[in-house]
């Protein structure tokens, strides 16, 4: 197993691919002004992809509450330009 970085574009909703088997998201932060997100990943060679798909929400937007009730993983990340990001990420 390793873990890889993957930048997250700053969208309403979006996908991100893994190369190997998706294991575990580790975290999700700011790092040098780009949403990013570490995950455990098991076999990166093995020629098998999967997808996580992604939500991100603004402070006081409005929120669909099968975002909330569906997700995998969230986190909040404050980021240093002043915006706050609600994270929410799926498996599939």
């Known amino acids: ?12 909703s979006g996908e991100i691919t893994i190369h190997g088997t998706f294991v575990k998201i580790l975290k ?10 570490w995950a455990l990943i098991s076999d990166p060679e093995c020629g098998h992809e999967d ?4 939500t991100i929400i603004g402070t006081g937007n409005e929120v669909d509450a099968r975002v909330i009730a569906n997700s995998l993983y969230n986190k ?9 990001w609600h994270v929410f990420i799926f498996n599939g």
Do not use: H, R
Request: proline share 3%.
């Open 51 to 54: 997808t996580l798909t992604y």
């Open 76 to 84: 909040t990340v404050v980021m240093s330009d002043g915006f706050v």
């Open 28 to 37: 999700v932060a700011e790092q040098n002004g780009d949403l990013c997100m």
């Open 1 to 12: 197993m390793k873990i890889y970085k993957y930048k997250i574009p700053v969208t309403d």
